[in-house]
């Protein structure tokens, strides 16, 4: 049964979707995307646990052995990103029942509950297989589930919001579909690892580099990193708030690992980093990101929209420690993926909670939350503070090791501009703290907290901010020897 782990990580949630829609009960569409998402995560943990005790766990679907047929293939790194995706969903299923009953329309709940069934399992699929056609598939699995999730959202712009991202994730994926092909032109295999080995026979080909612009541009449309970040403010905005919380803490975090995947594995950073300016074209659009990005999510007046850019800047954050190629850069990199991924995924289950209460995400129409609904407000607070990079939170963890990459890398500007650009993030977490804990609003009505079957969960997700901003041997340790992995495969 152990063996079979890596295909039932995918097929049980893929075969959890069509159910739902048979069984058309919105009840039990909640409870089974519990249990499947809890189930994934378990058998996430058990991958990783072998991997760390055994190394590399290559599965053949259908017995059809790599590079002929179709292979799912865990190192430390997808096996550690499999844990953060099924881990977050699990966390965000427990939470979704009341605030998906008062976002969703009742007779669409259990269409909802597929369609985010189909992304789950969709982002799994990106992160496990060992195939390059297979990513494309699993991208447009996921995508075009997560474009019906964000339209069932309550305002009609999520219409357009969700039309946006359509267009601008189809592109992306054509594009990275053609880079592919290229590939597959040039040497006559789709499979990950052999690629790696037949590439640096025709890296000096024309194909080639058309073909990691091709992939590179896909690949940075889905993680939005400016200015290719068009379609998700709106997207993260107007989409349900449990829809917002996973796409943030997974969906951009997945194209990020699939950057990280084929700029180091599969074309190798001898030809990504040495051949061409990429670490410079990338940390530079990683700089603008942080920086205007954070600009703008300080005059934002909807909560929402204002996480969205952040997670712009964060997503920034990310890239510029990818661009760095050495071990503190790319650990950085790999553990900010885990850190915002619980950051950001509470801050959007608080919104999730504010919504439900107030009717209202927007800055004005929280004044005096702190007393009205205390444990929403400190866990917004406490999400807060590790987006800025506060001692003792996740987010700290992660701005330290960026800075030591860029001194390793001998940037020493940029180091001293990660720290100032963290007050960027002060100001625009301060402008919400302000409102809830040093505004009044004598003439609203009662406002209680939150139900408790959301609140947990957020709870879940802010104890494990902190706990990780303490302990980090799970965290940084695994990110650690992840880049350390993945640098190996490379020289």
Known sequence: MLSQ???????IPLIAAPLCVVLRNKEIACLVSQVVSILSFLISLILLQQVLQEGIISYALGGWLAPVGIEYRLDILNSFILVIISGISSIVTLYSKKSVN?????????????GYLLMFSGLLGMTITGDAFNVFVFIEISSLSSYAMIAMGKDRRAVSAAFTYLVMGTVGATFFLIGVGLMYSMTGTLNMADLAERLPKVYDTKAILVSFAFISIGILLKLALFPLH??????????????????SATATKVAIYILIRFGYSVFGSDFVFSKYPTAEILASLSIIAIVVCSIVAIFQTNIKRLLAFSSLAQVGYIVLGISFNNINGLTAAIVHIFN????????????GCVA?????????????????????????VISGLSLIGVPL??????????????????????AIILL????????????VVEVMYF??????????EAPLSMVIPLYILVAMTIYFGIETSFSAGLANEAAEYILGISE
């Open 356 to 380: 439900i209460v107030i009717g209202s995400v927007k800055i004005k129409d929280i004044n005096g939350l702190g007393k009205k609904m205390p444990f929403t407000a400190f866990a917004i």
């Open 393 to 414: 939170t996740a987010g700290f963890i992660s701005k330290w090791y960026l800075v030591l990459g860029a001194i390793d890398k001998g940037w020493w500007p940029l």
């Open 420 to 431: 100032l650009t963290s007050l960027l993030a002060l100001v625009y977490v301060w402008r």
């Open 230 to 247: 068009l379609w998700l403010p709106n997207a993260y905005t107007y989409a349900p708030s449990v829809v917002s919380a996973f796409l």
């Open 102 to 114: 008062f976002e969703i329309e009742s007779e669409k709940i259990y269409l909802f509950y597929t």
């Open 439 to 448: 505004r009044s609003d004598p003439n609203s009505p009662e406002v209680k």
């Open 340 to 351: 915002h991924a619980l950051s950001k995924g509470a801050l959007f289950l608080a919104m």
């Open 5 to 11: 782990l890596p295909a039932l990580q995918v097929v």
